[in-house]
């Protein structure tokens, strides 16, 4: 099993669609997340960090459950300019300093 | 502004051609890190430094080499490129992941073509 496990898609939905993506780890002991936001040949940028239950940024909504081991990014409202790549990443327990990657979920959002 | 920086963002090199990329950063982050990056793929870790400690992956190749010569730098070498080789090569740093917000933040990136 994968560390860290996404859908890689697509998912191909029209402007104003809510889409949700879910993330999976297996490292239970694991203590932060994030998701990134990755344009085509660019750098990956980050889009929320998850760090307790959940958290909240406009059309973002990233909510966290530790005891099913999983992350999940809500998009409400998709834009255009949504359309990209999102990486779910979680840093590994304390002492290692690593951050573990999903393969990225892409998104295409359609006009 | 506080930000990660790579140099070049384009190299071109010739099979076997010794390359070095490098890295800075404003942030003054402890923890400095090289990724590869193929396409339609996720990063790879390569190595990374907590201050001057160097931690290699165990799957990296020998043909890869990193320097840290101060906070701020750091250099990934490829001693002899091959055509696998070819990709983004991508640095980041973070804080101590001992403190809270311990973000990872990228560079731009470093194209590397390979002929």
């Known amino acids: 099993r994968k560390e860290v496990e996404q859908d890689p898609g697509p998912f191909n939905v029209p402007e104003g669609a809510t889409v949700a993506f879910n993330c999976t780890y297996s490292?239970?002991?694991?203590?932060?997340f994030f998701w990134y936001r990755q344009d085509c040949r660019k750098e990956p940028k980050l889009l929320m960090s998850v760090y307790s239950s959940g958290n909240e940024d406009g059309r973002f909504t990233a909510q966290l459950n530790r005891a099913s081991q999983y992350i999940s990014l809500l998009i409400r409202d998709s834009k255009l300019s949504d359309s990209a790549t999102y990486l779910c990443v979680v840093n590994s327990p304390s002492g290692t300093y690593k951050y573990i990657f999903g393969t990225g979920t892409r998104l295409k959002v359609l006009a | 502004d506080a930000m990660v920086i790579q140099n070049p963002r384009y190299q071109v090199t010739q099979f076997g051609k010794p390359v070095t990329l490098s890295c800075s950063q404003t942030?003054?982050?402890?923890?400095m890190y090289w990724y590869q990056q193929k396409s339609s793929q996720a990063p790879k870790l390569l190595f990374h430094y907590y201050d001057k400690d160097f931690n290699n992956e165990a799957d990296t190749p020998d043909n890869f080499q990193s320097r840290r010569p101060n906070t701020s730098f750091c250099f990934l070498d490829i001693r002899s490129p091959g055509l696998g080789d070819a990709a983004m090569y991508l640095c980041?740093?973070?804080?101590?992941?001992?403190?809270?917000?311990?973000?990872?933040?990228f560079g731009p990136g470093t194209r590397l073509t390979v002929l």
């Open positions: 942030l003054n982050h402890n923890v």
């Open positions: 490292n239970s002991a694991s203590q932060s």
């Open positions: 980041a740093t973070s804080r101590d992941p001992g403190l809270s917000y311990n973000e990872q933040f």
